[in-house]
């Protein structure tokens, strides 16, 4: 069974059927035997069905819905979405099913918080509006402000993850759970909580709004990503955790806490054994300049390589959909490499 491309175009939909249509009364015994499965007569509404259940829909007018809801939450259209939902209010709660890009589909109240991270390829603007005021729509609608039981992550979950501060507001203010976890095969993180989500995808804009919503913090790691280590960091934290609280604070630019820790003794170029993220090379892909600075300014190595081979200034060249930050990462990390050749080649005229 085909899925329904991640730019709906009813009217290719259309010319689908006309031209199975067209085909079958031609004689082509494929389009015939499509067609036949529906109706023995060959006309427009057999095939236009027949190519709705190829997709995986019931009816013609259901495909049409899917496409329509679909759309309108791509263009953020307000009046049409209330419209729609005035004519179908199911359309707000039921999961979205048969997408290429969501193929174990996605509720619509999930799929808002997803938008401004996939604008780019659903050919979006990158600076998406309104995501908020559509998810407040879905909420006055129906939509659980919570998901369903049994959904693999809460709305608030999925738009910590993805970064949409606009929806995680909307979802906060509605009385999503702070605390809860995703599910055990969750594909982010599984029973981690929307702040970990936040801290972890590097959603600081997201961790920022759920701290002050009360969320509360779980170990030194969280802590570090919402930019306070006070009460969490002590002689027993781990040498481990200590490290993933660096690449935390690093992710966030906490830069307060990047000193603290390596005040407390955490390796500046220590690596997590469990993920394998180190400090800089993680600021250095997510283009964090104040973080790479900082860490520079502590002694860490630009020229340490991740198990892949790569340097933290190979991974700040990678394509990223926003680059505002990493030129200035770029920059300071050439700086760096230049720095340490000349001082490299100072020393070996020193030893001649």
Known sequence: MPDLPAHPDLAQLRRQAEELLAAANAGDPDARARVAE??????????QLAVAREYGFTSWR?????????????????GRLIKLLEGEPALATATMEHWCDHRRGV????????????????????????????ARALIAAGAPVDGRPGDPETPLITAASYGDADVARVLIDSGADLEATAAPDAG??????????AAVFGMT?????????????????????????????????????????LVMAADHQRLNVIDELVAAGTPVDGVDEQ?????LRVASQHGRPNSVRRLLEHGANPTLRDAEGRTPLDLCRQPHLDRSGHHQVETLLEEAHARGAAATAGERRFRQ
């Open 38 to 47: 529906i109706s023995d007569r060959p006309v427009l509404a057999s095939a």
């Open 62 to 78: 259901k495909l049409k819905l899917e496409v329509e809801r679909r759309e309108i939450l791509n263009e953020r259209d307000l």
């Open 107 to 134: 509720a619509p109240l999930n799929y808002v918080a997803m938008l401004r991270f996939d604008s780019h390829r659903l050919r979006l603007p990158h600076d998406l509006s309104d995501t908020g005021t559509i």
């Open 188 to 197: 982010g993180i599984p029973g981690g909580t929307p702040l970990l989500h």
């Open 205 to 245: 804009d997201v961790v920022d709004l759920l701290v002050k919503a009360g969320a509360p913090i779980h170990g030194v790691e969280e802590a570090a990503a919402a930019g306070d280590v006070e009460k969490c960091l002590t002689a027993k934290t781990p040498p481990q955790a200590r490290i993933r609280a």
């Open 275 to 279: 993920f394998g993220r180190h400090p």
